[in-house]
């Protein structure tokens, strides 16, 4: 599996993931530990594959790894609360609940809200400039806030969680330091799930003690809401941001028309593809592409190149906020689509459109090829620092 981008290319999937799309949306993929399996490229394979209930999600049949050899160890059975990684129907007793939290409408009752904390962001960031990481002064505390607030974190243990979540999701944290990270999280989420049951408040996790969920499950569906909650939208925050500055037509056309927000969000969506790829097994022999996948097999599926196809957008790896053709696996596809993509909408339209208007000439304050990437081992990609200045 490829392990970096091209040189100048940090927004385009790596050069041997295009080829293979180029050559066929589906091709074999052998694993280090030997087995043989699949990458799928294209983006209508890979959306069938998602909405395919013969391939699973289930943690215990993913054995394989397309960079790393685990050898005979025994994955277990997914714990209980973690749905990501379940199928259906104890996928759907985890998500059924948390559904109405996040709909469209109560999503954009919150950006009132989210206009707030992205303000103060970007009053921090004023004051203490010219000059700032756009990532620690604003890609990461807007979702942060958001998503904390929302699930009733508090305020003063926002930092810390922040720092563990970050050290389990880098892609770069040894496993020692992964397991006391991703440990010290655990902790804290089943304190908290202690403390509103005793004494509920307005947020999403209080609404959940009512429900038939043990602590357990609690701890670990909070969990995956609130990773999934800060790392995917602080790097389509910070790399969306980038791309932007290194493309001066299009900034300008964001800039000059708001409105253009929702589509450019879409775009950025697409064009980025931060989760780049999921996994799923067989759990029958099934016909793919003209190809047979055995029960028993993993398929690699490739979001930044189903998101590049030629197939389904025309000049797929041109970055154009007025693509007017939709459609992209950004947020996946089936049972298991993103559960707060609306909400990462809101803060994405609110951000980018905020953070343009309250800085006219925000540049990027060192040359783009000294921008520090996310490695491609990260399950999430991005830039871990963006330098950027402006004219006080």
Known sequence: MPTERAAGCPFDPPKELVEAREH?????????????????????????????????????????????????????????????????????????????????????????????????????????????????????????????????????????????????????????????????????????????????????????????????????????????????????????TFALLRDPEQLAALRADPALAEPAVEELLRYLSVVKQSQRVALEDVELGGQTIKAGTTVILSYNTANRDPGRHADPHVLDLGREEGGHLAFGHGIHQCLGQQLARVEMRVAFTALLARFPTLRLAVPAEEVALRPETADVYGVKSLPVTWDA
């Open 24 to 240: 066929g949306p589906i091709s074999r993929f052998p694993f280090p530990s030997g087995h043989q399996g699949w990458l799928v490229t294209g983006y209508d394979l890979v959306r069938a594959v998602l909405a395919d209930p013969r391939f699973s999600s289930r943690k215990e049949l993913m054995k394989q790894h397309p960079l790393v050899d685990y050898g005979d160890i025994e994955v277990p059975p997914a714990a209980p609360g973690e749905f990501l990684l379940m199928d259906d129907p104890q996928h759907s007793r985890y998500r059924k609940p948390l559904v109405g939290k996040f709909t469209v409408r109560r999503m954009r009752l919150l950006t009132e809200r989210v206009e707030q904390i992205t303000a103060a962001c970007l009053d921090a960031m004023e004051k203490a400039g010219p000059g700032a990481d756009l990532v620690t002064a604003f890609a990461k505390p807007i979702p942060a806030i958001v998503i904390c607030e929302l699930l009733g974190v508090p305020y003063e243990d926002r930092d810390s969680f922040q720092e563990n979540v970050d050290k389990f999701m880098s892609g770069e944290t040894s496993d020692e330091e992964l397991i006391a990270a991703y440990t010290a999280v655990q902790t804290y989420l089943g304190q908290l799930v202690v403390a509103k049951r005793a004494d509920p408040t307005d947020d999403v996790l209080s609404d959940l003690t009512d429900s038939d969920l043990t602590d357990e499950e609690l701890q670990d569906v909070s969990l995956i809401l609130l990773a999934a909650g800060l790392d995917t939208t602080t790097n389509m925050l910070a790399l969306g």
